[in-house]
């Protein structure tokens, strides 16, 4: 008989060996990557926090310490703003920044349970968790980019219309600097007027929608309003953003109504289900994705509803819906996507923290946020050098055609 246990010492070593990473593995060429960084924007940050902070007590052996808490670290300290980005309190220099972060604190689009309005205190609050540095990616956003948080847009809480108006011109202001927006909701009704705003400032460029949700939001109107399952009846309605450069990932189970898919027959918007991308494979479905959203289009703007994760792994939303994207898959797709298309804006919308649990919910949609950044980075599509091509400082009002 065999004994298991009689393998020599040496058996066992090559085992072990046999185990371990190949070279030129993702982790081997990660601790190369990060060599390669610089360390500017981490030491301007210490001389700005002993400028500003005063410097430590004597007892502080490390000297880079500040006595007022004005950096990253420690990372529950300090004042909320995403990833402890500079909060601009004039938002006429956004354009100084390569990225500007908004939040838009509306829920009045929901139809069943509110808080999203509560979605970017949300997101800001856990973003403070994470560090700059992705170590896979081998990024460091605060090396490689600048980025700020101009704070919350003005809504106008029980007025989705107001509201729209008000988002669509924030939207449109930060757009038209040249930074690149990044939205954080706030039900999914701000997708039309966030659209809108981004649609202001095209001139006669087109812009593909790749929408990540479990729903497809496109009915006309709901409750004799729009909400915030309508967004993308409205926005297909304007002539820079075609329906069919619509693209709707992870849709599915019982909270599609029937007037909505009605909609995505008529217009030949794209659906794919959980299924579908199963079935296909996420590189398949992501090129399905990237050939239908630039089919004649110039850029592409990426609204990503959180509940396209399923309900296991983001409880805080107002419409969670078992049977979603697992979070690495959702997070692969957008990889694929981002870095292989021209993206023009990104949204994170239905976060409510007051169904979330442990800010597990908010911390994915950070995550969803700063890889969007690296794979914009690492693609070479930021910072910019340039402003884009698809960018008109002309400012067209007349976009969205009336509705009713």
Known sequence: MNDPSSGSQADAADAFDRGRPPIGSEGARALEKEAALPLTGWQQEVDQGLRYGLEAAESIVDRRISTFSRGELPHYAGINTFMKAPYLEDVNRVGEFD????????????????????????????????????????????????????????????????????????????????????????????????????CR???????????????????????????????????????????????????????????????????????????????????????YAIERA???????????????????????????????????EALKLLELIVRNVPVCGLEVVEVSPPYDVSDMTSLMATRVICDTMAHLVVSGQLPRKSAPAWLSRDCNMQVDRAWR
């Open 294 to 328: 630039t089919d004649g289009t110039d850029c592409v703007y990426i609204s990503f509803d959180i509940d396209c994760i399923d309900a296991g792994f983001v409880p805080g939303t107002g419409w969670p819906e078992p049977g979603g994207l697992l979070p690495r």
């Open 99 to 198: 990225v500007a972060v908004v939040g838009v604190p509306h829920d009045s689009g929901t139809t069943y349970r509110p808080g999203t309005r509560f979605g970017p205190q949300g997101i800001r609050r856990i973003s403070a968790l994470y560090t700059p540095y992705n170590y896979e990616m081998g990024v460091d956003l605060r090396e490689q980019i600048t980025l700020c948080d101009v704070g919350d847009i003005f809504t106008i809480p029980a007025n989705n219309e107001k509201s729209f108006d008000q988002i669509s011109k924030g939207i449109a202001h930060v757009f038209a600097s040249g930074a690149f927006p990044i939205i954080l909701g706030g039900d999914h009704s701000i997708g039309f007027p966030t659209v809108r705003g981004v």
């Open 201 to 287: 400032h095209l001139g006669d460029k087109k812009v593909g929608i790749i929408h990540f949700d479990r729903h497809v939001d496109t009915q006309e109107s709901d409750l004799d309003e729009r909400m915030h399952t309508t967004p993308w009846f409205h926005a297909t309605n304007m002539a820079n953003a075609p329906a069919e450069n619509l693209v709707q990932l992870g849709i599915g189970g019982w909270q599609v109504p029937r007037e909505g898919v009605k909609v995505c027959r008529e217009r030949g918007t794209n659906v794919l289900t959980v299924t579908d991308i199963c079935d296909m494979g996420l590189e398949a479905a992501a090129k």
